[in-house]
């Protein structure tokens, strides 16, 4: 549920109830309930965004998973804030004889979720998040409600365009960016990937017109701590 209230101003509920059932597994129930109230300003060249959020997140669980911590009813409740700041700047170009608009939109996206103990939650289905470009300015590098990621991170990215100045058609945009870690992430799931304390690897990005029915996409992650490539990836549509 959500109702804006005025063209700046967004209030809104998420909730889950999920029950969980396997023969030889762990199960119960999970409530993850997310009220939030998200304040939006912008301009032609510039926005805004801010969210603050609060997640309580409670189980009732069956014996089985329940022994080897004598609580059958765990829960876990924690603000989540964040900062989206854009701007949209732009020159007339040519590329050969044709008129084309180039674009430079910095973007600066803040996190803050500070640190709750979660090992007492079971794990029915969170998994870490493959890393990429909308990990840049996710809220929690976790799927699925069973663990919430701390945070103090803020991610600096910069993406640039090129329009064509007829119609407006994107022909080429290309986007680097990076996390800046300001405290350390504490929360991890058991074998996942250890963070670097300082900073996330490094994402670019660029998507263009082939002709008028294909577009190429590729994607780098390249991490400096291990000086070597995570993940590359090309995509055609």
């Known amino acids: ?25 762990s199960d119960g129930v999970r409530m993850d309930l997310r009220p ?4 939006d300003f912008g301009g032609d060249a510039w926005y805004v965004r801010s969210q603050l959020a609060w997640r309580h997140t409670s189980y009732s669980l069956d014996r089985s998973w329940a022994a080897p911590f004598l609580d059958r009813t765990p829960s876990r409740s924690l603000p989540i804030f964040d900062l989206d700041v854009g701007g949209y700047f732009e020159r007339d170009t040519h590329w050969g004889d044709h008129a084309l608009v180039q674009t430079l939109e910095p973007r600066l996206y803040y996190l803050r979720v500070p640190y709750r103990a979660q090992g007492d939650l079971p794990l029915f289905d969170t998994r870490e998040l493959s ?19 701390d945070a103090n991170q ?34 991890d799931l058991p074998g996942g990937m250890t963070l670097a304390t300082d900073g996330s690897p490094y994402v670019a990005e660029a998507d263009a017109d082939i002709g008028e029915h294909w577009r190429l996409g590729v994607t780098q992650v390249w991490d400096p701590h291990e000086d070597g490539t995570q993940l590359s990836a090309v995509r055609g549509q």
Do not use: C
């Not at 549920?1 to 030889?24: N, Q």
């Not at 840049?136 to 990621?149: E, P, Y």
């Not at 365009?161 to 945009?173: K, M, N, Q």
């Not at 996390?179 to 929360?187: E, V």
């Open 1 to 25: 549920w959500y109702k804006p209230f005025t063209s700046w101003l967004t209030a809104g509920i998420y909730g889950e109830a999920v029950k969980f059932d396997h023969e030889s597994l």
């Open 36 to 39: 939030y109230v998200q304040l």
């Open 131 to 149: 890393f990429g470009w909308t990990s840049l300015f996710r809220d929690n590098r976790f799927g699925g409600a069973d663990r919430q990621a």
């Open 154 to 187: 803020a991610t600096m990215a910069l993406t640039s365009r090129f329009l064509s100045a007829d119609d407006g058609h994107e022909l080429l945009s290309v986007s680097l960016g990076r996390i800046y870690y300001i405290d350390d992430p504490r929360i």
